[in-house]
């Protein structure tokens, strides 16, 4: 979520959303069934990339709803691109730009480039410009390829890879199938991915009769 101040374009915000999709190849990519019953990639081309970015009305104490609504949407990534957006219009110019990026394509440490990058190219389509930035060297597909390269066939019993795994194998072999704890609720015959979240305040003495607080926040799943 971006909250933007002033005057928006939103036509040339649009424009920037999809300058980036295009300048990054892993925000256009198909996660398709190959002949073979595997999945594979498939970089959907500039020229068939279709990326709407609708603008909504919305006053602001409806947002934090919209948002959650927008980040419950469920990707089909044979069939779209792992990025959606949405701009939010509180007033005339008070906006919130809204991007829903799939794990599979972005992590934390991606946002810090997304912005950057839309913002270079926001700044030069509100001029009816194209953005001015140099090819990437490399796109992640190329990263895959080298790790492949790296770790090898897991069938080659001195590759890296088949290396690694007989190593975790050794470490794990006794381990238990479950982590038995003292909970008052059986755990279910099957699990549901359901989770949540339960803060808690830990108080501890310290030195000197000094006492501390810690703030702690669990996430639970069943």
């Keep these: 979520m971006l909250r933007l101040h002033g005057a928006v374009d939103s036509g040339a915000l649009a424009s920037a959303v999809r300058d980036v999709v295009v300048r990054h190849e892993s925000l256009r990519t198909l996660l398709v069934e190959e ?60 906006h919130v730009l809204v991007l829903v990026v799939h794990h599979a394509a972005a992590d934390g440490e991606s946002m810090g480039p997304l912005a950057r990058d839309l913002a270079t190219a926001y700044t030069a389509r509100v001029r009816a410009t194209e953005p001015e930035w140099d090819e990437l060297p490399v796109q992640y597909g190329d990263y895959t390829l080298w790790q492949r390269e790296l770790l090898g066939d897991a069938d080659d019993p001195s590759s890296v890879l088949a290396t690694q795994l007989r190593h975790r194998r050794a470490e794990l072999a006794d381990a238990p199938q479950q982590t038995r704890l003292p909970t008052d609720h059986a755990r279910p015959a099957r699990a549901t991915h359901r989770g949540d979240a339960i803060e808690f305040t830990v108080i501890c003495a310290g030195r000197a009769g000094r006492w501390g607080c810690v703030n702690l926040t669990a996430g639970l799943s069943c």
Aim: contains cysteine.
């Design 35 to 94: 002949t073979d019953g595997l999945p594979g990639q498939w970089i959907v081309p500039e020229d068939e990339l279709r990326l709407p970015v609708p603008v909504l009305d919305a006053e602001p104490g409806d947002v934090p709803g919209l948002l959650t609504d927008a980040a419950a949407h469920t990707f089909d990534l044979a069939t779209e691109i792992p990025l959606r957006a949405l701009l939010l219009r509180c007033g005339p110019e008070e």
